[in-house]
């Protein structure tokens, strides 16, 4: 695996999670349960995300949450949260009366009765300041995220910004005008139409799919807008803009466009094959297997999606069982043995894994 890959996540009292850690492999799957968790872990590797992108977003539009205490775990907020990975760490708490900073591989407390920044700063700002200060250069530090929650994150792949997760959530009826970055923003793609057009391989796909209808895609770039038409007479069109065209077709588009448009990323889906028609599932397994650069991590609801991974690479994909006991998230990583197992029920891979929680 590339070297800003995980392989070992450990997080500690987020939401339902008291302490769980697990193996990374390229493709990462969690199965379980409705309300047993799999959200929550990828929720907690949404915060380590650029911090650059994710704090121009709501912090909700990436975890859900209604109250900031909702984020500790049983709603304690003494229970501070830690995400940690082979090259990054993400702290949340209340505590104003900590810095963090990195030395000698070692991550390192220093008691500090003020904040080393006084209010949010770009990362080239932050890394800046941080070197002037301690002279290392692969460490971001991030101010607290609001009055309340204080979030702090240390990674040592600032240059190259490689070793963040990039969390894609799809949501219907955004405005996909922004020209910022060659590849898909988080968390809901806000220049998807621009990444469209800068590559061909996905044009070709999404008017694929409208040809299917007989119907044509369209680029404005003076507007930067796609639209499907149709068209009724020898002079006559109808136009059909993207939020009218069916959901199952507007995902396809928007998780192709997060795979295609990133490169040595780490991509957080959490169930991408919602509402999606079955052989565009296949499509999309399939394409996660192909982004040989890319790291993966799933949550799934869906057999089409999961027997296809597991049975086309298991060298690359672990399969995470994901439970609930005592009020607390569990998670089970099953053998190669075990995965064949579960691979001869088939369709009914979903009601065979209870003996594994």
Same mark, same amino acid.
């Given at each position: 695996m590339s070297e800003h890959f995980f392989s070992k996540v450990e997080i500690k009292n987020f939401k339902s999670i008291e302490y769980i850690e697990f193996e990374c492999k390229r493709i990462n799957v969690f199965i379980g349960k409705p309300n047993v968790g799999k959200s929550c872990i990828i929720e907690a590797l949404s915060l380590l995300a650029n911090p650059d992108l994710l704090f121009q977003q709501d912090l909700k539009s990436v975890i859900n949450f209604e109250d900031n205490s909702n984020l500790f775990h049983n709603n304690i907020n003494r229970n501070n949260i830690s995400i940690r990975t082979d090259n990054s760490i993400a702290l949340m708490n209340y505590d104003k009366n900590y810095n963090f900073l990195k030395s000698n591989n070692k991550l390192l407390l220093e008691p500090s009765n003020h904040y080393l920044f006084d209010d949010f700063k770009s990362i080239n700002e932050i890394f800046n300041q941080f070197k002037q200060k301690y002279g290392n250069p692969d460490l971001v530090l991030l101010n607290p995220y609001n009055s309340d929650i204080h979030y702090y994150q240390i990674t040592e792949h600032l240059n190259d910004f490689s070793g963040f997760t990039k969390p894609y959530k799809f949501k219907a009826n955004i405005n996909y005008l922004s020209k910022d970055n060659l590849s898909l923003l988080i968390p809901n793609g806000n220049n998807l139409f621009w990444i469209l057009s800068q590559y061909e391989d996905l044009q070709?796909?999404? @008017?694929? $799919?409208?040809?299917?209808? !007989?119907?044509? +895609?369209?680029?404005?770039?003076?507007?930067?807008?796609? /639209?499907?038409?149709?068209?009724?007479?020898?002079?006559?069109?109808?136009?059909?803009?993207?939020?009218?065209?069916?959901?199952?077709?507007?995902?396809?588009?928007?998780?192709? @466009?997060? $795979?295609?448009?990133?490169? !040595?990323?780490? +991509?957080?889906?959490?169930?991408?094959?919602?509402?999606? /028609?079955?052989?565009?599932?296949?499509?999309?397994?399939?394409?996660?297997l192909l982004s040989k650069t890319n790291q993966f991590f799933i949550t799934t609801h869906s057999p089409y999606l999961l027997t296809t991974l597991l049975e086309s690479s298991t060298n690359e994909v672990i399969l995470n069982i994901v439970g609930y006991k005592d009020g607390k998230t569990t998670i089970y990583q099953t053998s190669s043995d075990e995965i064949s197992e579960l691979l001869s029920y088939d369709s009914d891979i979903f009601l065979n894994i209870d003996r594994y929680i």
């Open positions: 070709n796909e999404f @008017a694929e $799919i409208l040809g299917e209808y !007989n119907l044509d +895609l369209v680029y404005d770039p003076s507007k930067n807008l796609y /639209f499907s038409q149709k068209k009724l007479q020898k002079y006559n069109v109808s136009q059909i803009p993207f939020s009218m065209l069916a959901d199952t077709i507007q995902r396809i588009i928007f998780y192709s @466009a997060a $795979i295609e448009s990133n490169n !040595n990323s780490i +991509l957080l889906f959490e169930e991408p094959e919602v509402n999606s /028609f079955p052989p565009y599932i296949q499509e999309l397994s399939n394409k996660i």
